[in-house]
């Protein structure tokens, strides 16, 4: 042993756990007037809304809620929504936010697979809700109404409502903090195409230093606004929630996502940042161009959820907002890649700036590491823009694991790394760009295709809405890319000029063989359902 | 067991030691051409850098140098100070940098106390050094020479130069991350006042936080440009090296602490940032309005290590200047507290602002708690602003104890609390504000006076330039206030004129009952030595 491992250890003076928790209690010390949240008419400080998140913990703590229950939440963008990320928490459970679009089997599923023991719910999807809870059929379940007066539809299914039950809390709750920074704080369903929905665990150590690495990666600085444009129930909003109460901001709720109401309320409360799937900017841009000229602040946005085309990143901006690009999956915390800005990218012109911001990046700060490497020796592959291999990741914002799914957790971790199934090239700059899910390339004649550049391709279309290329089964090639499209109103663009066009842009045998014009499918969340679009490729003739 | 326990191991995918030596890796690998410090000449950019502390990592390593092992610098703020910060502990070894201002014999106490196997110097400090190696007398000890062209004086000690000794070293090499984030990083004596000095460890986790909290606590952006006022050997330059790193910003040396050469480094390098203590500031303000009016970018000031008068703190402002006043101790690895700004403040009149700055405030995000209390029952005291109690906190940036004694390291965390010495008030608004070191309040006739209130009111006199009261043995009181006091340049002022003054601003049993007029003996920290006062004080008639 030596001198500076003697008698110097651990004690309550010099360690404690980090938990984000503490976020909200050291706001509502030192910003207790500042506002915390706003909704409609609610506007309320840090103070109240601390007060509201004890009474929650004091409350659950007097049902019996404690460390390793669940209590699961369905619901919009609402002040409640963001208190349970502290009030559960704090009486020591685990927050499962449910993705608001699934369908009622697989909502039973989550509920039953995570032994909820409450669910907080809202009425805009009483409709699912009602069905799975039949589906699930567990009268030990506490239902608990959120009730929102700006909102009026729907059923109300519980057998109390959100502000009765907290009522019966105590506002100044002596709430513990974990007794371990390792102890789970949230649990988020990943939305797999198929089978069930695999439970990702995140830690307090995790969502804490997640949460400060959004305030570094974005350079926030105290009080700053933020808009709710992505779901909290995806990856906790990536963790959202507890970086703007580490800074003190506001959170500005939003029940809906529509382009008129994000850009009214961006100019009335001065929003400076928001979140989202490339979608959501592609609803912001196409919103009237009056609504965008009144916005005469700096607004920053960062994008995750799906790879953006170039040409929606340079859209955006030239709207005004900057962009920041960032990567990550469920796993990890939300963002955990960064397009990291290079002031000399500036000189360039804004589609090759476009181009270099839709790389994924870099690592950031709080993450240890990242490589491209060869899925199967895990050899990291060349530098060169080029060479294809799995994206893989390790440090402190990846998971604790998979719920109850030892065998599936154990296989993600293998040989130290994190895999995330993602294909990418490893750029000179050390920046990875995404090619593809691994499930989504394309082997062609024993070439691999990446979907994803094919996409890019057919977005600078001036024609073209929307777009997405999958695998189509042939006896001759193996598989050969097919192009589904969506034409903007009114453009009239066909099959065969779509196709001259892809092969002006790319190699020959990446040129889509096939040609469907229809509506997309995507996700609440932006990503393009490719499973259906290969059943339609395989079917159509 | 609970569900959350079961299976969620911590394996290298999802958990890593977290340590400041990562963010020299990333901003290397991120930023390879961006400035990483700026020394006269000399221009090196974040790859470089790196490069050169894996050099010194390697180097050390080949000497036998490793985990557990010390290695102490003696060095004013250059290129070599900042890499030792990162390449010593890339070593798996501790970094022990020594005040440039102590005499030999204490040099010698901390070289042979902390175990020290190596010494890198600089020959400003030959003529302390050299009788400090003659004292010690230990011929296993490898003293290294930085050579600096920029500077011409003293003598070389060593048999090797910094940069020939770190030539023999790989600059691709290897590094292992700490095995454990409770691992020594470094070792900071506290210039003690009486006694021998103590040793105070720092580990990997807590110089991680910290690094972060500085950038948080004055929202600084990626690339900052900070210039080094502030003596590193000083907590490690309040741990902004691993800051500066975590943001790769540009580092600004500086060798002496002189106005003319701030401000033209300011206006050349455009400067965001710097840190000193007051005198520092004092220094700024005293220099020519011309070299001030050049400056026209923003500059934010951090101001610690001893309690600014709301003077110095309005003067530094009126130049434009932002200043964020901090406090802390060696123990917390410095800044601690910061005296959040509150917006509403900026409705107030310059000097109350002043008077609200040059509060200590609150914890920083990153530190657990904070506490004023009855320094006996350790219960809290009101927060009223008026009753006197010892400031404790806790949490991560709280050191790992002192060195080799560990009677004082339980002494100082007794109570689950970090003991801090200082007497303070609690405000309403949970602002604590410091009156006294423990040892420096006056108590005469039972009353308590804090030495720092009577120095407020003395600097807010035209006349006088410096200002410090301590405790003089009275035979009727007990203890009287004696205040020492300099005069400006052609100032007069009689001690009858400076009694009334503050009998005019003050309660009648707090107004010092002598004064001295004389230069006012200060550490190389800006702390008056209130020991030598002390003793004038007693030997005055």
């Known amino acids: ?269 001065k929003v400076e940042y928001l979140c989202g799937a490339p979608m959501v900017f592609n609803i912001i841009n196409d919103t009237s161009d009056v609504l965008k000229e009144r916005i005469k602040h700096p607004v920053k946005a960062m994008v995750a959820g799906a790879p953006p085309p170039p040409a929606i990143i340079q859209k955006v901006e030239a709207m005004g907002f900057t962009i920041t690009h960032t990567y990550g999956l469920t796993e990890t915390y939300g963002p955990s890649v960064v397009c990291a800005w290079q002031e000399d990218w500036q000189e360039h012109p804004a589609d090759h700036k476009a181009k270099l911001k839709a790389r994924q990046g870099v690592p950031v700060v709080f993450q240890d590491d990242l490589m491209v490497a060869d899925p199967i020796t895990m050899q990291p592959v060349a530098k060169d823009g080029q060479t294809l291999g799995e994206i893989f990741m390790r440090g402190n914002v990846v998971m604790k694991g998979y719920l109850k799914n030892p065998k599936t957790t154990n296989e993600a971790f293998e040989g130290g790394w994190f895999h995330s199934g993602d294909i990418a090239v490893w750029h000179e700059d050390s920046y990875i760009e995404i090619k593809d899910r691994s499930k989504d390339v394309i082997i062609s004649g024993g070439e691999n295709i990446s979907s994803i550049e094919l996409e890019e391709i057919l977005f600078r279309h001036p024609s073209i809405q929307d777009a997405a290329v999958v695998a189509k089964p042939d006896e001759k090639w193996g598989e050969v890319p097919c192009a589904f499209i969506k034409l903007k109103t009114d453009a009239v663009l066909s099959a065969e000029e779509v196709i001259e066009f892809c092969r002006a842009n790319t190699a020959r045998f990446k040129v889509p063989k096939h040609v469907i014009f229809i509506d997309i499918p995507r996700t609440p969340t932006g990503k393009v359902q490719k499973f259906i679009l290969r059943e339609w490729a395989k079917n159509d003739s």
């Open 1 to 269: 042993m030596n001198i500076y491992e003697n008698n110097l250890y651990q004690v309550p003076a010099n360690f404690e756990a980090l938990t984000p928790l503490k976020f909200m209690q050291h706001a509502a010390m030192v910003y207790p007037n500042k506002l915390a949240i706003v909704h409609g008419e609610i506007r309320r400080t840090w103070a109240q809304t601390y007060a509201r998140c004890r009474q929650l913990a004091h409350r659950l703590k007097i049902h019996g809620v404690g460390i390793g229950d669940t209590v699961a939440v369905l619901s919009p963008n609402l002040p409640e929504h963001f208190e349970v990320h502290f009030g559960v928490p704090m009486a020591g459970a685990v927050l499962n936010s449910i993705n608001t679009r699934l369908d009622a089997r697989t909502v039973a599923f989550i509920l039953q697979h995570a032994e909820a023991k409450i669910l907080i719910t809202e009425r805009e999807f009483s409709g699912v809700v009602k069905e799975a809870l039949a589906l699930l059929n567990n009268p030990d379940l506490l239902v608990i109404d959120i009730v929102d007066p700006t909102f009026d539809s729907g059923e109300y299914l519980g057998s109390i409502s959100y502000d009765d039950f907290i009522a019966q809390g105590d506002e100044n709750f002596i709430w513990s903090k974990p007794t371990n920074e390792w102890n789970a704080i949230s649990l988020n369903y990943t939305s797999g195409t198929t089978g069930d929905p695999k439970g990702v665990v995140y830690h307090h150590r995790g969502a804490y230093l997640n949460a400060i690495s959004n305030v570094m990666s974005w350079g926030m600085q105290s009080h700053a606004v933020y808009l709710w444009t992505l779901p909290m129930f995806h990856c906790n909003g990536w963790c959202f929630p507890w970086s703007i109460a580490a800074i003190a901001g506001v959170n500005v709720c939003l029940r809906h996502v529509r382009g008129e109401a994000i850009l009214t309320v961006i100019e009335r409360e």
